[in-house]
Nanobody, 126 residues
Framework: QVQLVESGGGLVQAGGSLRLSCVSSGRAFSTYRMAWFRQAPGKEREFVAAINWNAGSTYHDISVKGRFTISRDGAKDTVYLQMNRLKPEDTAVYYC???????????????????WGQGTQVTVRT
């Protein structure tokens, strides 16, 4: 079992930055891969970024590549999403997710992730 708690969301002007954090508790953090997804009002939840168990592999969706960076700190059992140059279309609830079945590779498939946080709201205004 794993519990995920996100924080760091808020209201920011376009062009600004936020850093989301997701603290994991329960099973050993270094054994599983993690990801961030987001869901905007009236839209399906979509993939944002993913990272494998040791941060040796990362993947960012084309919509955020070059602006967002996923990372993880094993000493703090935390995965981060650094978001720069935010745009109004980045407005969404952001969720972190954990895939305990493997730490290897990267997945952008929502169904691969068994555990989810409660989400944190990010609002970008013009």
């Amino acid at each position: 079992q794993v519990q995920l708690v996100e924080s760091g969301g808020g209201l920011v002007q376009a062009g600004g930055s936020l850093r989301l954090s997701c603290v994991s508790s329960g099973r050993a953090f270094s054994t599983y891969r993690m990801a961030w997804f987001r869901q905007a009002p009236g839209k399906e939840r979509e993939f944002v970024a993913a990272i494998n168990w040791n941060a040796g592999s990362t993947y960012h969706d084309i919509s955020v590549k070059g602006r967002f960076t996923i990372s993880r700190d094993g000493a703090k059992d935390t995965v981060y999403l650094q978001m720069n140059r935010l745009k109004p279309e980045d407005t969404a609830v952001y969720y972190c997710a954990a895939d305990l079945e493997t730490g290897w590779g990267i997945s952008r498939v929502e169904e691969d992730y068994e555990y989810w946080g409660q989400g944190t709201q990010v609002t970008v205004r013009t």
